[in-house]
């Protein structure tokens, strides 16, 4: 069984199911896949129940919008009060004030929950957080939680250190959730965001621990420093085992899609050792390395998804960067690219930006299309 930690009153399960990249019923990549394969998926779920992973969140438009019923669904045999259910107001996508207790609504039909245990707004950055303020979204919230519809209130941040900073100082939170891993510790300042969030007594959600799989795959020679370490230690748990070292992370999301994931993951947090100060260099020295290799900050979340040409961005970016970490060859990264309809492909692209401003890596995406991916592509 994974161990607990204590989050105010409750206890959390250290490891949580992410519900962004569930089993699906095609093998063909596809973003934002809608196609969640029930049964494998509950397999997940029993899973985790079963090893003490009480933690299980959703979003309004994972797969499409089908996630939030999945794990209604998945979760209904179990008793209500024996896991945490959690769940976002995406922002962006309210039009008008009242589009917030639309949305609200509608999670709560979608996953036939009469509460969440934890809710939060989704994606803040400073112009996200600007729109909340106008709508009056954290006062939407604690009017929920007076009504006993919301347990715990905080907000999912993309956003600059200065606008975290800004978020902090205007609310009471609960808790936040900031995507960090052992690359992003500098490369997004994520350290500088836990030093805030642990300073202000706001205890720590992680997203992308392993940052959508990437630092599952390293490239060959980081791989190597990391089996030359603990031979029998797969990959993906030294990211998993970083996150875990930081005193003030109650709980880690992993969007698991595999039993052999969750095993990984379960085993890597149970009776949990932090990590040596020479195994936080070698961390270190891996993120180095993978900087070197000019890859796409792309985590395949596929919030890019909604491109009016359907262009496959996220499956365009997997190619590139497959190739630059050295997992497959030039020939067969092209040959994935190829295989992409043209009207789907780089040169599909119209530069509208509507990706780029949902991106929570702050990639550059219509820039990379018509810039590197042609070039490298031809």
């Given at each position: ?108 039909e979608r996953t036939g929950a009469d ?232 040169s599909a692209c119209v530069k509208c ?26």
């Amino acid at each position: 069984m994974i161990d607990k930690k204590t989050y105010k009153e409750t206890e959390l399960s250290r490891l949580g199911l992410g519900t962004m990249r569930l089993p699906v019923k095609t093998k063909i990549k596809r973003e934002a896949n809608p196609m969640i394969d029930y049964e494998e998926g509950q397999k997940l779920v029993d899973y985790a129940i079963e090893h003490g992973i009480n933690y299980f969140d959703t979003a309004y438009m994972y797969h499409a919008g089908k996630s939030e019923k999945f794990i209604g669904t998945a979760l209904k045999k179990y008793p209500r009060d024996s896991y945490f259910l959690v769940d976002k107001l995406p922002i962006w996508m309210c039009l008008k004030k009242s589009d917030m207790e639309k949305i609200f609504n509608n999670q709560l039909e979608r996953t036939g929950a009469d509460y969440f245990d934890n809710y939060l707004l989704h994606a803040l950055d400073g112009g996200g957080f600007d729109k909340c303020e106008k709508y009056g979204a954290y006062d939407f919230l604690k009017k929920k939680q007076a009504e006993g519809k919301i347990r715990h209130i905080g907000f999912s941040f993309h956003g600059t250190i200065d606008d975290l900073k800004r978020i902090v100082a205007a609310h009471e939170w609960d808790f936040a959730q900031i995507q960090l891993n052992y690359l992003d510790w500098q490369n997004q300042r994520a350290k500088e965001q836990y030093e805030i969030l642990t300073e202000a007594g706001i205890p720590v959600i992680v997203m992308e621990p392993v940052r959508g799989g990437k630092l599952a795959e390293v490239p060959k020679e980081a791989e190597a420093m990391f089996k030359a370490a603990k031979p029998n230690a797969s990959i993906a748990s030294w990211a998993i085992r970083f996150v875990a070292s930081l005193p003030n992370v109650v709980t880690i999301l992993s969007g698991m899609n595999s039993l052999e994931q969750m095993e990984d993951n379960i085993s890597t947090l149970t009776d949990f050792k932090p990590l040596s100060d020479s195994e936080m260099r070698l961390c270190f020295n891996a993120a180095a390395i993978i900087n070197k290799k000019n890859v796409i900050p792309c985590t395949g979340c596929d919030y890019c998804a909604d491109c009016p040409r359907q262009v496959r961005i996220s499956t365009i970016f997997a190619a590139y960067n497959d190739y630059k970490n050295g997992n497959i060859s030039i020939d067969e990264s092209a040959a994935r690219y190829l295989a992409i309809p043209k009207e789907n492909n780089a040169s599909a692209c119209v530069k509208c930006g509507k990706c780029a401003t949902h991106c929570p890596q702050g990639i550059k995406i219509p820039d990379l299309l018509h810039g590197e991916i042609a070039d490298f592509f031809g």
